[in-house]
């Protein structure tokens, strides 16, 4: 067991110190990049808070859809290689909202400020 | 210094011309950039464009209409009436800048962001969507005997383009997948007409004014094709930047862009702009996977890159909107 601060904590450190203390030193292309760099670090504490509870619940999901089990990686895989070959689709139970609660938990990482994002968590997630 | 070059090369060919000022980089890739500058002259400084690949990077990427291609694709545009800036020049090897082209600078915004927010485009904003129609009707009804040589794409060719791109990124993707067979199974075949595509027609390669669209920029990835191609792909949500409820650049509505378009004389056909609409959002979340791997392997280790990979997951949720659409 490693210690403490945990990754998330320190992660959010070094964003908070270059937000609050680094941002207004500096402009130009050299403040848009700073700004990607916060960006990254906020995705990463988003992931490492979000992706544990995410992932498990999109292995449950992918088992009941397919029938087998496997890491989220070899699931994914199996399912991508279905809808290619036509044996799953939009009609079979489950698809549609699997694909759905899945993407829902990628955008909340990746974008949680994109508009179709937005509107979509509005419909209750 | 590049302007030692241009300098050499306005007193060639523009009459009067005594050097240039002021030359920057606007953007640029490995294999071509983008430069601003300002042409000395007695009359009053004339604004200039320089698009190139430097030397050494002569050869163009295989979806790339080639530079020489561009610049006369741009000047017939500029001869129609079809808001485009004047090419001035043709670079010569001798002139040592590479292969390329000068052009007219056109004044205006092309950062689409600003463009949907600032007070200076609101006047512009409620007439871009139908002025875009009519900007894409004379595009399409360019001379195609005039046209260079250009690579022809039709949908299903470009169907197995996209699967090819996708598969070799070894990046399974289920809501990728399901675009795929969307599209193989609305494929709608040959257009029974085909004309110049542009390719790239969007929200971000438009020079807009407070008047509206002054000029049409990118032409890299024209091609001979389905027209309603350019009308699906200027309503891909990526390109409305938030503005999610106006298809069209984040300007207007899909019903003002077809009534522009058949205002020049021209038909639209809405099933085929829904086909090249999803088959545009599934080509961007491709291109995100191709960043992520340019910036895995590649000499461009930038954060940049590394985040555009983050946003394919974008064009997931757009593409089950599009083919999934959720109830309310």
């Known amino acids: 067991m490693q210690d403490e601060p945990s990754p998330i904590e320190l992660a959010k450190a070094v964003a908070d110190f270059l937000r609050n203390d680094i941002s207004p030193l500096i402009s130009g292309h050299q403040a848009f990049k700073l700004r990607v760099a916060i960006n990254i670090l906020d995705l990463v504490t988003r992931q490492l808070t979000q992706e544990q509870g995410s992932d498990a619940a999109e292995v449950e999901r992918l088992r009941t859809l397919l029938g087998v089990d496997g890491s989220v990686t070899d699931l994914n895989r199996a399912l991508a290689e279905r809808i290619a070959r036509g044996e799953v689709d939009l009609a079979t139970p489950g698809l549609a909202e699997h694909l759905w609660r899945t993407t829902m938990d990628k955008l909340a990482v990746d974008q949680p400020n994109y508009a179709s994002y937005k509107r979509e968590l509005g419909r209750g997630g | ?328």
């Open chain 2, 1 to 328: 210094m590049i302007e030692a070059e241009l300098s050499r090369s306005v007193q060639r060919w523009c009459n009067g011309a005594t050097g240039v000022t002021g030359a920057a980089k606007l953007s640029g890739g490995a294999s071509q950039e983008t430069w601003r500058f300002d042409i000395v002259h007695p009359d009053g400084p004339i604004g200039a464009i320089l698009r190139r690949s430097p030397k050494g990077y002569g050869a163009a990427p295989t979806r790339a209409a080639g530079l020489a291609a561009e610049a006369e694709l741009m000047q017939l545009a500029f001869e129609a009436g079809v808001p485009s800036p004047r090419v001035m020049h043709v670079l010569t090897p001798d002139e040592d800048l590479g292969t390329g082209f000068i052009m007219q600078r056109v004044e205006g915004e092309t950062i689409a962001r600003k463009i949907l927010r600032d007070d200076e485009f609101a006047a512009a904003r409620p007439i871009l969507a139908r002025q875009i129609g009519g900007v894409l009707a004379g595009l399409h009804k360019l001379p195609q005997g005039k046209l260079p040589a250009l690579r022809s794409r039709g949908a299903t060719q470009e169907i197995s383009e996209f699967e090819r791109d996708y598969r070799s990124l070894n990046w399974p993707k289920p809501v990728f997948e399901l675009a795929l067979r969307w599209l193989r199974d609305h494929d709608p075949g040959p257009s029974a007409e085909t004309t110049l595509v542009h390719g790239d027609f969007r929200n971000g390669n438009l020079i807009i004014g407070a008047d509206g669209v002054r000029a049409v920029l990118d032409w890299e990835l024209a091609h001979l094709g389905d027209p309603m191609e350019d009308l699906g792909w200027v309503c891909v949500n990526s390109w409305r930047f938030g503005e999610i409820d106006k298809p069209v650049g984040g300007f207007g509505s899909r019903e003002d862009l077809f009534a522009g378009y058949e205002a020049a004389g021209r038909k639209c056909d809405p099933a085929r702009v829904k086909f090249w609409e999803v088959m545009g959002t599934l080509r961007w979340g491709i291109m995100c996977g191709g960043m992520m791997q340019r910036f895995r392997e590649g000499p461009d280790h930038s954060m940049e890159r590394a985040m555009i990979g983050r946003r394919a997951s974008e064009t997931e949720i757009d593409l089950l909107r599009l083919l999934a659409p959720r109830g309310g």
